[in-house]
C-alpha cells in the first residue's frame, strides 16, 4: 500500500507571494494534519481536519489554512509568505480524527526568499 | 502547558555501543508518548508509543523506552548501535485532555551520529 504522498517534494517562493501544498493520506485514513519543521526543531502542529472538517489549529496566524477534499485529500495554503515560513511542511495521517497513529509522507521543503 | 523537552542537542556514539536518549515531558494527565526517527531529508517514522500498560515498551529496530512516571520520562535505549541508526530523534507527547484534536507536541530532537 501507499504511505501518505505529498507534492511537491521542493518549492522556492518570494516574500509576498502564495503557496499551496498537497497532501493524500493513506488509503483507509480520513484524518489529515498538517505540522511545521524549522531547520533544527522538532515539528509544530498547524492543523487537523477529519472527515472535511477542522478539528484543531496550532499557534498559526490567519496567513495559514487548509482544507480537506471528499476524497480525504488535502492542501495548506499560505499567504503573504514570510522568510520564516521557510521550513519542512509534514502531513500525518490517521485513520480517525482521535488516534495517534499518525503516519507522516516526506515533506515539502519550502524556502522562501 | 504541554511541552517535551530533549537535553541533549547532539551525541555521539561508537557502533556497537549502547544508546540513552532522554525526554523528559509536562503534562497535567497520563500522556500518550512517543518516539520518531528521521533521516535527512525524510519524513519522520514511528519507533515506539506507549498508551498505557506495561512501562516498558519495545519498539522497531531493536529500540525500547521506559516510561517513568515519577521522573516525567520516557528515556529510549538501545542495547547496541549500529552505523544506520545515525539520525534524528524526537520524543513526543499526545495532547489529548486539552484539545479536540490529535494533536502532537515534539521536543527539539537530539542528532545521534555513530562513531565508526
Known amino acids: 500500500d501507499a504511505g501518505v504522498t505529498q507534492s511537491p517534494t521542493h518549492l522556492i517562493k518570494t516574500r509576498g507571494q502564495h503557496v499551496t501544498l498537497r497532501c493524500s493520506p493513506i488509503?483507509?485514513?480520513?484524518?489529515v494534519s498538517w505540522y511545521q519543521q524549522v531547520l533544527g526543531q522538532g515539528p509544530q502542529f498547524i492543523f487537523q481536519?477529519?472527515?472535511?472538517?477542522?478539528?484543531g489549529r496550532g499557534n498559526f496566524p490567519d496567513r495559514f489554512s487548509a482544507r480537506q477534499f471528499p476524497n480525504y485529500s488535502s492542501e495548506l495554503n499560505v499567504n503573504a509568505l514570510l522568510l520564516g515560513d521557510s521550513a519542512l511542511y509534514l502531513c500525518?495521517?490517521?485513520?480517525?480524527?482521535?488516534?495517534?497513529?499518525?503516519?507522516f509522507g516526506p515533506g515539502t521543503r519550502l524556502t522562501v526568499t | 502547558a504541554q511541552s517535551v523537552t530533549q537535553p541533549d542537542i547532539h551525541i555521539t556514539v561508537s557502533e556497537g555501543a549502547s544508546l540513552e536518549l532522554r525526554c523528559n515531558y509536562s503534562?497535567?494527565?497520563?500522556?500518550?508518548l512517543f518516539w520518531y526517527v528521521q533521516s535527512p531529508g525524510q519524513g519522520l517514522q514511528l519507533l515506539l508509543k506507549?498508551?498505557?500498560?506495561?512501562?516498558l515498551v519495545q519498539g522497531i529496530k531493536g529500540f525500547e523506552a521506559e516510561f517513568k512516571r515519577s521522573q516525567s520520562s520516557f528515556n529510549l535505549r538501545k542495547p547496541s548501535v549500529h552505523w544506520s541508526d545515525a539520525a534524528e530523534y524526537f520524543c513526543?507527547?499526545?495532547?489529548?485532555?486539552?484539545?479536540?484534536?490529535?494533536?502532537?507536541?515534539f521536543g527539539s530532537g537530539t542528532r545521534l551520529s555513530i562513531r565508526p
Open positions: 500525518a495521517s490517521s485513520t480517525t480524527g482521535v488516534s495517534y497513529e499518525q503516519y
Open positions: 488509503s483507509g485514513h480520513k484524518s
Open positions: 481536519y477529519y472527515e472535511k472538517e477542522e478539528r
Open positions: 503534562y497535567g494527565a497520563t500522556p500518550y
Open positions: 506507549y498508551f498505557s500498560g506495561d512501562t
Open positions: 513526543a507527547v499526545g495532547a489529548t485532555r486539552y484539545s479536540s484534536a490529535s494533536k502532537i507536541i
